[in-house]
């Protein structure tokens, strides 16, 4: 045990946790020149075309040192984005040790802290390493200073390297087995192991990976969920090399995989304890927080007979992802679906992205929501995620949205177009300091359901890029909230209808009915499209027919054998449009659903 170092990687987002990962594999000599790509933790396609990390993947690298001691360094390369703050959690539990790596032309930025203080909740062992020093604009010097005095780092331990070139990262290495403390744990006790994630393997079953505290677990043994008291046999237990790696048994200290043939997917729960079945430990492990969800969206396979496919699928994700919530749900418009929570935007598109390619279903999503709490006359509190339960407006005494607390990290010429941009999102309290020359941290509290649309797109077009932005959930406000419908020929379509302050209503009520006017084809009579509140219109656009030229035939002669033909095909077109339904192609409710610009 005293030669394992169990460690992550963690930074903001781009500032190369992917990239210094790949260097250490080649310097440990895992991978062949031949078979080596680019981000070779990332394994899903959407990760490489994105250029983000998403799981937290996990690695075995053997490693020899300067001292001639042969060391297994289990590497756990971690997400940078704020959405995916859970999967970091997670990993960090299994480690006693972190790389935070920062940007030597950024420096410190918003999900640096965060992801520093996740670290120091965990008790690791804390190893600062400044990258991306051959670039031009690198001043490590200054990120130092950074480092010692907004993160109270020591300097003597600060590292600095380019994962690009491969310089310093030899060094690395040696600082982790010098810094980074050995796991504790008694091999002899009874098996104590942590799930940290699982994958599904539709040949293996469940891939379950885990850290194991005490105990030793090998091929053969019986194994017990603590949770749910479920038991199985395990087939194989082994090493995350570059491909999976059997070995004999895992034992404390150590990082690894069990198969036992698990096809029941609710059986693995992430922050579960696994013991043996003949000699149980006696408590289980201490797990994760539960993820707070805060947008929510329904899900509706385009394809009714792709429901069954759906649940399935969205099982499976759970699984892999245990950030993910789903509850049934139906709609007059869309059938049968589900209720979907997520971390937050980019986690919606990456599940979105995830199940039309993994399991090939095409999807629709509703407008995305947040939770809201109303306050009743009688003194009773709902919750509400979804527009078709809004209470009745008579009954309702207040209502009260979340607030995030916003850090944003910006050059300093872009500080008036961020106010405007922060007061257009009816931000409050914003405030702002200098932690160095140049650059501004601005805090702001914003109401959440502002900043699931287009915040961070918006915030990244007005910075050229530069901007960083990180939230965490603050408190609820008090908030002028209604429900805006939107009726498509006089008929109500409960899929589009949004939860929205009233001071935007109009705006999101004129942009729909604009986008579904250009993807609803038209009739042979008028299709008004309407945004209502209640029962007051607030914006309204209008199909205009398609008309028949039914005089064609009529050349010369009276008048009124014309005027005879228009106002039979104007009578008839007035009884088809009482009669008429409109049918609302897919890619209209999609066009709806696309941010605002």
Known sequence: MKNIRNFSIIAHIDHGKSTLADRMIQLCEQVTDREFHDQLLDNMDIERERGITIKSQTISLPYVAEDGNQYVLNLVDTPGHVDFSYEVSRALSSCEGALLLIDAAQGVEAQTLANLYLAMENDLEIIPVINKIDLPSAEPEKVAVQIEDDLGLESDLIQQCSAKTGQGVKAILEAIVRHIP????????????????????????????????????????????????????????????????????????????????????????????????????????????????????????????????????????????????????????????????????????????????????????????????????????????????????????????PFIKATILIPEKYMGALMTLCMERRGENTNYHYPTPGRIEFTCELPLAEVIYDFYDRLKSITQGYGSFDYEMYDYRRSNLVKLDILVNGEIVDALSQLVHRDNARTRGLN????????????????????????????????????????????????????????????????????GNVDIPQKAFLAVLKSEQ
């Open 512 to 579: 729909a009915c604009e986008r579904l006017k250009e993807e609803i084809p038209r009739q042979m009579f008028k299709i008004a499209i309407q945004a209502a509140i209640g029962g007051t219109i607030v914006a309204r656009t209008t199909i205009s027919a398609l008309r028949k030229d039914v005089t064609a035939k009529c050349y010369g002669g009276d008048i009124t054998r014309k005027r005879k033909l228009l106002e039979k095909q104007k009578a008839g077109k007035k009884r088809m449009k009482t009669v």
């Open 182 to 401: 050995s796991p504790v744990g008694n091999p002899e006790a009874p098996l104590q192991a942590l799930i940290f994630d699982a994958n599904y393997d539709p040949f293996r079953g469940t891939i379950i990976s885990i850290r194991v505290i005490n105990g030793t677990v090998k091929a053969g043994n019986t194994i017990r969920f603590m949770s749910n008291k479920a038991e199985y046999r395990v087939e194989e237990v082994g090493l995350f090399r570059v491909k999976r790696q059997a070995a004999k048994s895992l034992s404390a200290g150590e990082v690894g995989y069990i198969l036992a043939g698990v096809k029941n997917v609710g059986d693995t729960r992430p922050g579960d304890t696994i013991t043996l079945a003949d000699n149980p430990c006696s408590e289980a492990l201490q797990g994760f927080k539960e993820a707070q969800q805060v947008v929510f969206s329904s899900v509706y396979p385009i394809s009714t007979d792709d429901y069954e496919n759906l649940a399935t699928a969205l099982e499976k994700l759970q699984l892999n992802d245990a950030a993910l919530t789903f509850q049934k749900d139906t709609s007059a418009a869309l059938g049968f679906g589900f209720r979907c929570g997520f971390l937050g935007l980019l986690h919606l598109e990456v599940i979105q992205e995830r199940l039309e390619r993994e399991f090939d279903i095409s999807l629709i999503l509703t407008v995305p929501s947040v939770k809201y709490n109303f306050y009743l006359k009688d003194n009773t509190v709902l919750e509400v995620d979804n527009p078709a339960y809004f209470p009745d407006p008579m009954f309702i005494d207040r209502v009260e949205e």
